[in-house]
Each structure stands twice: as C-alpha cells, then as structure tokens.
C-alpha cells in the first residue's frame, strides 16, 4: 500500500514534543471555546488582536507557527486588505469621519465605524481558527478519539469522523486510478472549461459507484464485528490531566477575571474609549 | 484431513432457501450439518451462493440484506433468525475477500484494528490487550503493530483481518475467498495461518478458488451450483469428480486431472485418485513401474 494510504489525521498532526502537545486534548478544546467566546463578547480590534497574538504564542511554543500563520493569513488578510477599506467608506452605521481621500479629484471621507468593524471581525475569526488549529495540529488522532469518547458522543458521530478522516487518503488514491485510466482511454485534457466539467464528471461517477460498493463491503465487515451491539463501546485510548492542564485552567481563571473587570468598567467594547481618545485628537 | 470428526454439530442448515430482494433464489433447499473441529470447503462456479452461504452464517443473510427466507440455520445453538448479527459475532468471525475494505477505518494501528470487534462489544480494555497480542502472534504479525493497518501488503492485511476474527475467539471461522485478491506471496500467508488453525482444530468453513489448497485443507467440499448442492462429501471424492467440475467451470486439482486422463488414455483402472502431490507421486511411481 502506498503511503497515501496513511491517515489524512496522522499526517495533518505535527507530532513535536513540546507543552502544548503533552497538555490534554480537553484543555485545548476548553481554551479553543474559552477565547473564541470572549473575542465575540468584547467588540474590540485591540483586544481581539491581543488575544490573536495570545494564540500565535503558544502556535510557537507548539513549533506550528509557520503552518498557523499560513492558514490565519490566507483567510484574514484579504478581508482586511479588501474588507477594511471598503467598509470604512460604505459601512451603513458610519457617523465618525477619520479623514478623507483624494482618489481622482473625489474626496473619498473615511469613517471610523466601518474602519472598526471591518478590522474586529477577520480578527475574531483569525482566533478562532488559530485557537482550533492549535488544538487540531497539536492532538494526535487517538487522543482525539478519546475526547470524541469523553464527550459521550454517540458512536455513530465518532465512527463518522474518524473513519472519514481515515478514508479519505484511500479516496483520493482511487480518484487518481480512475483519472489514469480515463487519460489510458485517451481522455483529453487540453480542452475548454465546459469540456473540463465533463471530464469531471465521467471521474466522479465511478469513483461515486466504487465508493459506493465499498461502503457496503465495509459495513457488511463493521457489522460482522458487533459494530450495532447495543452495548457501551470500549474506548482503546486514553487521556488523563497533567499538570500543565491544571496551570492552563489556572491561566484561563485568570484571565477570565481580569476581562469581566474590563467588561464591567469599559463595556463590551473598549473601542468606545480609544473613540472618544480618537475624537479627542 | 481428520480420519474422526467430532459428533458435536455447530453448523445445521434446515431445509434454508433465500432470495435477495433483488435477485431470487440465490440458495435453494440447503440440508447440511457440519461438526465441530471440521474443515468444509465450499466450491462452485460465479454466482454458485458460496458467499451467501456463508454469509448466512452469522445473520447478514437475511438481517443485513433483507430478502426472504425459508427453513433455519443453526449455529453453535443459536437461530440466526432469532438472533442479531451482533450477539452472533463472537459466534462466528467472517473473513471476506478484500483485505483494504473490511478495516474498520477507526482503528490507527494494527494492534488497534485487531481489538476492534471487541471494542464494539463493550470488553474490557485488559482482556482486549491480552487477546490482541494472543492473535497478533497467532497469524505472525509480531513486530508490526504499531503499523497503519492502512500500510500493511495485502497479504498482511488479510492476515490482519484473521487476527481481529480470532481475538474474538468464536466458535466457528468462515473466510469467504481469502486469497482471491492477493499475490503468490500473499496466499501462501493466508494458507500457512490457516494450515495452524486447522491444526489447533478450529472449525472452519472456507469458500475458495484456490482448489489445489482445498484438496490440502479440508475435510469435506461442499460443492453449489446455481444455489444448489450438488455435491457434499469428503474431499478426495468430490474433487474426483472431474467431469461434474468441468461441466460447472471448475478446475479441479492438475494432479487428479492428470490421472483421470491417463486412466482414459492408459486404460486401466485407478481406484483412488490422487488430490496431493504426495499420492500423486506414489501412484505414479506404481503405474509407472507396471509399465
């Protein structure tokens, strides 16, 4: 078997030894849901982008910056290079002028709401992948079962997940078979879009029918192994806090107080200060 | 071959016909016991019923197909009517043809993947440890456990699915075309567990192509055709029925081939035809010397 047959999960994890990785899966799904909470309830581009860097921190300490930093810029930064601009002109709640623009003798006023939401938002959103990633790369594949076991989730769902993550190498492999063999019956490939489609097509239908026959084959062999026992599964992995985990949830505690002391004196969002500091001059 | 099998019946087919939803009398009016520590062969031509048949062992047939069905398989004491394909599982352990697609996909590792029935059957996890390394070391996949079952040979990966079958210890074992998808290399594999098993007496059933292996293995041959029986007996005399083999399709063994030609050719009368090559070349040193 070739080594794409190897799981899309192990490959996808990027196993170091470091903290981040020897903390508990658990940890790190309670971190992921903890700061993408607290980026939503405070409307402020300073502090999210705290909390950003925040996560890009450990991203290093977990030695996977390189590869979060690729996946939060790819999504982020063309927001903010087209999202910004735009919405600091066009925002429907603009009311507060930043300055304005001379583009081709108009003079374009900038506003400061639009400016602000445009830039809070692809910001929330970058912690909330950089915060999933880091507890994606970081977790290997059977700790990951084990959470899934952990949570009780029924094991259907987790079947589901691990087994598509599992398959989708073999899936991919197939795919490429079937390209060849069409291109070995003298499928062209220099041809126009619409042509292009079609060729699509005639790859997806047998790959759909394989895959097919082969879902069932499996479930006759899943089914065989007493994969529909109504009895409570046994999980073969196991998690267990460690010390790191206990010093993390003591970080969060935290930092949980110090920002409902910033929510109580400033608000929901800060930003309403640096406003007035910004109408001030 | 055993010269006494056991009295004790684990598998009795009574008067069982079925029907597929979509394809009708795939086997019709099958009678048959077979005993416990026995080796039965099933041979027949495409579409004969040899999988069906096995798959009625432990209730896919009809519980996962639907279908129809007329008359009763008994395993091990238990009605695979009455009984769920799960509560049959640690009954009888199936062994299909493709090696990749009967992984469960949910398992990381060999060992992982050889514990996975048992996993699903609620066993604890020290018992699932002690019968994963029992059957690791059973089929000779020591070494290679912390392997994807995904990067394993073929072979291997058959091997891998007769280890997760025995870890779970059941009663009967059915391998439904093992090798039918593997290398030379791999068919020798899967037949050296097998020559093991047999020899530790496990009652297996074992639907096959490979008849020259069959003729090494097995007690009795079941032989289908078109969802009937055309033959059951020992193996020696079914596989010397060669031109009720060749009018279904069937190659039988070259050795028992070869004979029933000469016998044609030469004239003379062999009461006994060779299906090794050990009888083979006894036989042949005796003719040959007559002559």
């Known amino acids: ?281 | 071959m055993k010269n006494v099998l056991s009295k004790e019946v684990v598998i009795y087919f009574q008067n069982f016909s079925y029907s597929y939803p979509t394809k009708r009398n795939v086997l019709i009016d099958i009678n048959l016991k077979v005993y416990k520590g026995e080796v039965l062969g099933i041979i027949g031509p495409n579409g004969a019923g040899k999988s069906t048949f096995c798959k009625s062992l432990n209730g896919l047939v009809p519980h996962f197909y639907g279908g129809t069905v007329k008359g009763n398989v008994i395993v091990a004491g238990m009605d695979t009517l009455e009984h769920t394909i799960a509560e049959l599982s640690t009954k009888v352990g199936i062994v299909f043809q493709e090696p990749e697609n009967q992984l469960s996909g949910l398992a990381l590792t060999v060992e992982e993947e050889v514990g996975f029935g048992l996993s699903m059957l609620g066993f604890p996890r020290e018992l699932i440890k002690e019968r994963v390394k029992e059957a690791i070391e059973k089929v000779g996949l020591k070494g290679l456990e912390r392997r994807s079952p995904f990067e394993l040979s073929g072979g291997q990966q058959q091997r891998l699915a007769i280890a997760t079958i025995l870890a779970m210890k059941p009663e009967i074992m059915v391998l439904d075309e093992p090798t039918s998808l593997l290398d030379p290399i791999g068919k020798y594999e899967v037949f050296s567990v097998l020559k093991e098993l047999i020899v530790e007496g496990s009652t297996i059933i074992i639907a096959e192509h490979e008849i020259e292996e069959l003729a090494y293995l097995t007690d009795r041959i079941l032989f289908l055709k078109e969802g009937k029986v055309i033959s059951l007996d020992e193996a020696r005399n079914v596989l010397s029925e060669i031109s009720k083999l060749k009018e279904a399709g069937i190659d039988p063994p070259s050795i028992t081939e070869l004979t029933y030609l000469l016998e044609k050719e030469l004239g003379i009368k062999i009461d006994k035809y060779p299906i090794k090559l050990s009888e083979a070349v006894k036989l042949y040193s005796e003719v040959l010397k007559i002559k």
């Open chain 1, 1 to 281: 078997m070739s080594s794409i047959g190897t799981s899309l999960l192990r490959r996808s994890v990027i196993v170091k030894e470091t903290l981040i990785h020897k903390s508990d899966p658990r940890t790190k799904f309670i971190f992921f849901l903890w700061i993408s909470i607290f980026a939503y309830i405070f409307y402020d581009y300073v502090l999210t982008a705290i909390f950003l860097i925040g996560i890009l921190l450990l991203a290093m300490m977990g030695k996977i910056l390189k590869r979060v930093l690729l996946s939060v810029a790819v999504i982020i930064l063309p927001w903010i290079a087209f999202g910004v601009p735009i919405l600091s002109v066009l925002f429907p709640w603009n009311s507060t002028l930043m300055f304005k623009l001379e583009i081709f003798g108009w003079q374009i006023p900038f506003y400061y709401e639009g400016f602000a939401w445009g830039l809070t938002w692809p910001l929330r959103i970058g912690v909330c992948i950089t915060s999933a990633l880091l507890f994606y790369l970081t977790t290997n594949p059977a700790s990951l079962i084990a959470l899934l076991f952990k949570f009780k989730l029924p094991f259907r769902f987790i079947y589901a997940f691990a087994a598509a993550t599992q398959l989708i190498p073999l899936l991919v492999d197939e795919a490429g078979t079937i390209y060849q063999a069409q291109l070995s019956r003298g499928l062209r490939t220099d041809v126009g879009i619409i042509k292009r489609i079609w060729n699509f097509l005639i790859l997806i239908i047998p790959l759909t029918l394989s895959s097919l026959t082969k879902v069932q084959i499996r479930a006759i062999a899943l089914e065989s192994r007493g994969f529909s026992a109504p009895v409570n599964k046994t999980c073969l992995y196991d998690i267990k806090f460690k010390n790191i985990d206990y010093a993390f949830f003591i970080g969060m505690v935290i930092f949980t107080l110090i920002l409902i002391y910033i929510y109580i004196i400033y608000g929901f969002s800060p930003i309403v200060h640096l406003k007035q500091y910004f109408i001030a001059g």
